[in-house]
């Protein structure tokens, strides 16, 4: 279990940092135009899936409220 979670983690890892720099690439203002706005809706999303996959690591589904 620990080898295929070690091979599937780290394919997987890689395609997130792969699209993390194609996203990247968007940032070139002589090629595309954004508002500051929209950037931060971005990073806003990316944020809050991390933390959501952090809390699945910890054990923990987020899905519930709690005090």
């Known amino acids: 279990k620990a080898e295929r979670f070690k091979r599937i983690a780290s394919r997987r ?7 993390l720099s194609k ?3 968007c940032s070139l203002k ?3 135009s954004y508002k ?3 950037v ?3 990073f ?3 944020e ?3 933390t959501r996959v952090k ?4 054990g923990k589904s987020g899905d519930t409220f709690t005090l």
């Open 13 to 19: 890892t890689q395609a997130v940092l792969d699209s």
């Open 55 to 58: 809390m699945l690591f910890a």
């Open 23 to 25: 996203l990247g690439k």
């Open 30 to 32: 002589g090629t595309y």
């Open 48 to 50: 809050q899936e991390v």
């Open 36 to 38: 500051d706005e929209e």
């Open 44 to 46: 806003m999303a990316i």
């Open 40 to 42: 931060k809706r971005i």
